[in-house]
């Protein structure tokens, strides 16, 4: 897999191993392999354009999902990002003010401005 998605061939012959050693889902769960392998392979159905069939949810999740949509995998201490776009005005002004009398100027001139929208990514909640 360092090579790449992992391909049809390699996962047939990885299931045949798991299945000929006769090997739990407990045995293959003790190291990150087999959930990588899996992965891989949904990777690797995604990128065909095939939607995966292999995961089952045990449970409730906090979704309402469509009725052509499906989990193709759910993730454990998975943060929740937001983009939150924040607006802020620049510009400057230009004018001359003019003394009418001591102590009272009158402002001839003008403000241009534009808007600034800066977009960041902000932390809403962690899924755990």
């Known amino acids: 897999m360092t090579h790449g998605v992992l391909s049809e061939e390699v996962e047939k012959r ?4 798991k299945e000929g050693l006769s090997l739990s ?3 293959l769960t003790r190291t990150d392999g087999w959930e990588r392998m899996v992965k891989s392979a949904v990777l690797r159905d995604l990128m065909t354009g095939v939607i995966p069939h292999r995961m089952t949810v045990d449970g409730n ?5 469509e ?3 499906r989990v193709v995998w759910v993730f ?3 943060d929740y990002l937001k983009d939150k ?6 510009g400057g002004s230009t004018g001359v003010s003019v003394r009418v009398m001591k ?3 009158y402002h001839i001139g003008g403000f241009k401005g534009h808007a600034i929208d800066r977009t960041e990514r902000v932390h809403v909640d962690t899924r755990s």
Request: aromatic fraction near 14%; avoid cysteine; proline fraction near 0%.
């Open 103 to 105: 102590g009272v100027y």
């Open 67 to 69: 009725r052509s949509e």
């Open 61 to 65: 999740l906090r979704f309402n999902f």
């Open 14 to 17: 990885l299931v045949e191993l």
């Open 25 to 27: 889902s407990a045995d």
């Open 85 to 90: 776009t924040r607006r802020q005005y620049g």
């Open 76 to 78: 454990e201490e998975v």
